[in-house]
Nanobody, 117 residues
């Protein structure tokens, strides 16, 4: 059974930091591109950052220089370090695992991030 469990969300003031974690089980973690998505109220879900099995990363422009995605293949866990948070970062953040070769696309349940001004 595949499980992706996010943690680390919460309420923080603008300018503050949070670190999200996504612990996975039931998948061969190293075979998956991992990503963080977010969805704000009334908006579409967007890809915030992704990291391939090779370690290469990609970020949406609005978070470049503030967020850092990383992965620990030994712990089957992905992270998102979020610094200099802004109210517009407020959203539910979802963990995604997308198999780089073949079928497999899994989601976590989401963790709420609220940034107060």
């Amino acid at each position: 059974q595949v499980q992706l469990v996010e943690s680390g969300g919460g309420l923080v003031q603008a300018g503050g930091s949070l670190r999200l974690s996504c612990a996975t089980s039931g998948i061969i973690f190293s075979m998956f591109r991992m990503g963080w998505y977010r969805q704000a109220p009334g908006k579409q879900r967007e890809l915030v950052a992704s990291i391939r099995s090779s370690g290469s990363t990609n970020y949406v422009g609005s978070v470049k220089g503030r967020f850092t995605i990383s992965r620990d293949n030994a712990k089957n866990t992905m992270y998102l370090q979020m610094n200099s948070l802004k109210p517009e970062d407020t959203a539910v953040y979802y963990c995604n695992a997308l198999k780089e070769w073949g079928a497999g696309n899994y989601w976590g349940q989401g963790t709420q991030v609220i940034v107060s001004s």
